[in-house]
């Protein structure tokens, strides 16, 4: 009897042990240690990258360190900070954050942890921040707070409007307007 069912348990036990790790491993912004040895194809010191349109920069994105992993068309990136220049005449948008990665074939840009956003006097924070290429807006989430122009919000997500200079927060907001 116990040498059947050493077996079932061994497989269920396995299972679950592959099962923790496929939702682990699933695609998102995962941290990524930079003092290991990654593997990666090219190490990269002072990234820059840029996306320009017909007429004007659009946005230009700059890393402490990346590394580049050519089968995955990803870049794990150290320190990434992002501007957005948005209008002529109008302040572009600065998001900062401790580690990132670039998924070149979606076009997707993901910050973690620490996201710092600053634009127009308003100042945000964030875990997570995810810009999709084509997207007219960037994506927080986890603790985002912002505060400026005598606003302070909380909110678990919110949408920066990168083309209307406005932030649309959803999900439990809580606000505090303050007189100048």
């Known amino acids: 009897m116990i040498n059947r069912v050493v077996p079932v348990v061994l497989s269920i036990m396995l299972m679950l042990f592959l099962l ?20 990666v194809d090219l190490n990269i010191m002072d990234l820059t990258l840029v996306q320009s349109g017909p007429d004007k920069k659009l946005w230009e994105l ?21 501007t957005y220049f948005g209008e002529e005449n109008s302040e572009p948008l600065k998001i900062s954050a401790s580690q ?4 070149q074939d979606s076009g997707t840009i993901h910050m973690w942890p620490d996201v710092e956003a600053r ?25 985002v707070f912002f505060s ?3 606003i302070s919000v909380n909110t678990p997500r919110a949408l920066i409007m990168l083309q209307e ?14 007189d100048h």
């Open 100 to 103: 990132g990665r670039i998924d």
């Open 20 to 39: 923790s790790i496929f939702w682990r491993d699933t695609p998102g912004p995962q941290q990524v240690d930079f003092d290991l040895d990654l593997e």
């Open 165 to 178: 200079d406005t932030i649309v927060a959803t999900q439990g907001v809580r606000t505090s307007i303050r």
């Open 119 to 143: 634009s127009g006097g308003l100042y945000t924070t964030a875990e997570k921040a995810t810009y999709i290429e084509g997207d007219a807006h960037v994506l927080l989430e986890d603790n």
């Open 148 to 150: 400026g122009r005598g």
């Open 62 to 82: 700059d890393a402490k360190q990346a590394g580049f992993m050519r089968k995955e068309n990803i870049y794990l990136l150290q320190d990434p900070l992002m």
